[in-house]
Nanobody, 122 residues
Framework: QVQLVESGGGLVQTGGSLRLSCAAS????????MGWFRQGRGKDREFVAL????????KYADSVKGRFTISRDNAKNTVYLQMSSLKPSDTAVYFC???????????????WGQGTQITVSS
């Protein structure tokens, strides 16, 4: 069964850093675009970052640009999100997801991880 599993979440202080990992199994990982989304309490899920199949093209939400970096290691079937200069507004459940199209629209993603909680204390 194809699945995505996020890890690396937790509690960090404002200004701190954290790296999330998303491990894929049971599918042809390298053929998919991979995205990160997040959902804060009481808010809609929002786009965070996107990476192409080869890991050479990236896109970020304005709110995280310059602070977050998405990357992938196809040999390990893993996509990463390096988060730096974290703010309380980054507090959310973070999800990784796959898509067959280059898109920020969550409706175009057909497989999602379970999510991992990131809490940034102030």
């Amino acid at each position: 069964q194809v699945q995505l599993v996020e890890s690396g979440g937790g509690l960090v202080q404002t200004g701190g850093s954290l790296r999330l990992s998303c491990a894929a199994s049971g599918g042809t990982f390298s053929t998919y675009y991979m995205g990160w989304f997040r959902q804060g309490r009481g808010k809609d899920r929002e786009f965070v970052a996107l990476i192409n199949q080869r890991g050479s093209i990236f896109k970020y939400a304005d709110s995280v640009k310059g602070r977050f970096t998405i990357s992938r290691d196809n040999a390990k079937n893993t996509v990463y999100l390096q988060m730096s200069s974290l703010k309380p507004s980054d507090t959310a459940v973070y999800f990784c997801a796959r898509a067959s199209s280059w898109s920020e629209d969550e409706r175009l993603y057909d497989l999602w991880g379970q999510g991992t909680q990131i809490t940034v204390s102030s």
